[in-house]
């Protein structure tokens, strides 16, 4: 089993449109969360860390549930330019931060 | 701010040959720089671990022998891709992160390397 696993998509959304993605981590000792972006051939960028409270920015909410091990992140008002691989990533710290990273889902927002 | 570039962008390579990535933090000081390795369609995955003046902690499975790792400074960390083969084209990424917990690992732009 994936230590981290993703939905690979595609999703195919119209500009807009609101889409959720899921994640399931598989480490219980995993320590911090986030969520990073990926364009095409590009490395990957922070777009949020997650906590258990849930948290916003702008359009994006990402959400934990410990209890689950699981993670989501909702985009809201998709734009074209939201088209990118999302990864879904937890920090696993045994003496040293280790990042463990998912697969990615490819999301393409279309006109 | 946190600004980590890599040299070179992309090479191209004959099999057998070997290849040097470097990586460098501009604007601050990274104590832990990460190397990365992403196959087509798949997961960036952790090769190894370096801290400044210290041998790198590798992941299983990653040959120290065949990626030699060198942290010699506080803003550069090179990764030496030995007797390269066609099975080591990937594209190859490094992070750098300062001292302390949960800090952000900032990443560079990736080199991709194509082994003939």
């Known amino acids: 089993r994936k230590e981290v696993e993703q939905d690979p998509g595609p999703f195919n959304v119209p500009e807009g449109a609101t889409v959720a993605f899921n994640c399931t981590y598989s480490?219980?000792?995993?320590?911090?969360f986030f969520w990073y972006r990926q364009d095409c051939r590009k490395e990957p960028k922070l777009l949020m860390s997650?906590?258990?409270s849930g948290n916003e920015d702008g359009r994006f909410t990402a959400q934990l549930n410990r209890a689950s091990q699981y993670i989501s992140l909702l985009i809201r008002d998709s734009k074209l330019s939201d088209s990118a691989t999302y990864l879904c990533?937890?920090?696993?710290?045994?003496?040293?931060?280790?990042?463990?990273f998912g697969t990615g889902t490819r999301l393409q927002v279309f006109p | 701010g946190a600004v980590v570039s890599q040299h070179p962008s992309w090479v191209i390579c004959k099999s057998g040959t070997s290849v040097k990535i470097e990586c460098r933090s501009l604007?601050?000081?990274?104590?832990?720089m990460f190397w990365y390795r992403q196959f087509p369609k798949q997961s960036l995955m952790l090769m190894a671990t370096?801290?400044?003046?210290?041998?790198?902690?590798?992941e299983q499975g990653v040959e120290k022998d065949k990626f030699l790792i060198n942290h010699a400074s506080l803003t550069l960390s090179t990764l030496t891709v030995t007797s390269a083969h066609p099975e080591d084209s990937s594209f190859y990424i490094c992070?750098?992160?300062?001292?302390?917990?949960?800090?952000?690992?900032?990443f560079g732009p990736g080199t991709r390397l194509t082994v003939l």
């Open positions: 992070s750098a992160a300062t001292s302390g917990a949960y800090n952000e690992q900032f």
């Open positions: 480490n219980s000792a995993s320590q911090s």
């Open positions: 997650v906590y258990s």
């Open positions: 990533v937890v920090n696993i710290r045994f003496g040293t931060d280790k990042l463990i």
């Open positions: 604007d601050f000081q990274a104590t832990t």
């Open positions: 370096s801290n400044e003046g210290s041998k790198a902690t590798y």
